[in-house]
């Protein structure tokens, strides 16, 4: 058997860290009882330069082929001009869209090792082990009409937030089912003060929750959760919300991580793929860094990790997604440390390629038989 993962390193420092993770996939598959093909693609603001377009139709075909797809970041100053009408992060919103890739999972845990690097004390993050599921395809970002206009008063813009129920109960359930294999909690998160899409989401939520009796389920506005997330993040276990609240909220829940650089992500639709599992597509929930691309800084262990949930989730390779993470827990733990994770007492400051380098060695003495 021989799966295909669709490989999109982007832009800024999307190649160098997808670089690194590919090279660790090689490795703690090697012995795997399937092949895989790795295959490239362009997309984002690289794809802009190259096609005149952020996901030409040739790539968007790739990865309606593909079993998984793995992507850096993109985007970058180069194509930020607000009028321009192709963005790199179109290419992101293609393909959620077309893929139906409805659940975007946002694991967040702190490493002990790493609390240091938190602005947050401690005792607050310490042990923190929590999981965002953000509804990825409906909501603000997509609805229509979005754009700007003339009005009877000058200029002005609209944008649309428009959900379905089918968009929500699936998402929702989802996140049930995820509670349920955890620590049965389940914090859904809306504006149903002001927002009626949020009433529906609500109305939704509540009836489902009779159906997950077992599940300990509670609704929160979005405004106070953004605060309960930093004051008492501990108390979450599954946190599900829509697209633009999720947006918000795992960038804040990232520093309960300590870097940004430490988060993977996996957006999963509900088609199977020839694995027999839900074709996702995994990146790291940071974004293209162009300040530091180029020069060897980046943390490669958010891409590396969102491999591990690619090998996880898209392909069922679970032992080789632990042993990923047993060995990225082992790197952090003997105190290895790129640039954004700070330095401290006995850190060992390396590049992004020494990083993905010892995050293999540490694959192959840990790997059975070594
Ligand atoms: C994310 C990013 C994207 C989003 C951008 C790059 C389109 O911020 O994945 O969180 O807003 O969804
Ligand atoms: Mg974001």
Not at 235 to 251: A, C, K, P, R, S
Request: net charge negative; glycine share 10%.
């Amino acid at each position: 058997m021989t799966y295909k993962v669709l490989v999109l390193k982007g832009d800024g420092i999307g190649p160098e860290v997808v670089g690194e993770a590919l090279q660790v996939l090689r490795v703690v598959t090697r012995e795997a009882a399937v092949d895989i093909e790795f295959k490239e693609g362009v997309a984002g603001g690289h794809a802009l330069d190259l096609h005149g377009s952020p996901l030409p139709d040739n790539v968007l075909a790739q990865a309606r082929d593909a079993d998984a797809i793995l992507l850096g970041a993109v985007g970058g100053p180069k194509w930020d001009d607000p009028r321009a009408e192709k963005r790199p992060e179109q290419a992101l919103l293609t393909l959620r869209k077309e893929l139906g890739l409805f659940a975007n999972v946002r694991p967040v845990r702190g490493f002990r090792e790493l609390a240091g690097s938190s602005p947050l004390k401690p005792e607050i993050i310490n042990n923190v082990d929590l999981v965002v599921i953000r509804e990825l395809t409906g909501g603000i970002y997509y609805g229509r009409p979005s754009e700007r206009r003339e009005g009877k008063n000058g200029r002005e813009a609209i944008d649309t937030c428009i959900y379905t129920e089918a968009e929500i109960t699936r998402v929702l359930r989802y996140a049930f089912e995820l509670a349920r294999e955890r620590r049965k909690r389940l914090t859904s998160v809306d504006k149903a003060n002001i927002l009626a899409t949020s009433r529906l989401w609500r109305e939704i939520a509540m009836a489902l929750s009779a159906e997950f009796k077992d599940v300990n389920f509670e609704n929160q506005l979005v405004d106070s959760m953004s605060m309960h997330l930093i004051r008492r993040p501990r108390d979450f276990d599954v946190v599900v919300t829509e697209n633009m609240f999720g947006d918000i909220l795992t960038d804040e829940a990232s520093v309960l991580a300590g870097s940004m650089g430490l988060l993977p992500s996996a957006s999963l639709g509900e088609d199977l793929n020839s694995a027999g599992f839900r074709v996702g597509l995994y990146e790291p929930i940071h974004g293209s860094a162009p300040d530091i691309a180029g020069r060897d800084e980046a943390n490669p262990l958010a891409a590396i990790l969102s491999g591990a949930m690619l090998l996880e989730h898209s392909l069922g390779l679970k032992a080789e997604a632990e042993l990923i993470l047993q060995a990225v827990e082992a790197v952090v733990r003997d105190g290895y440390r790129t640039r954004d994770l700070g330095g401290g007492s006995g850190a060992r400051l390396i590049g992004c390629k020494a990083m993905g380098r010892t995050v293999r060695e540490r694959i192959e003495s840990l790997q059975p038989g070594a």
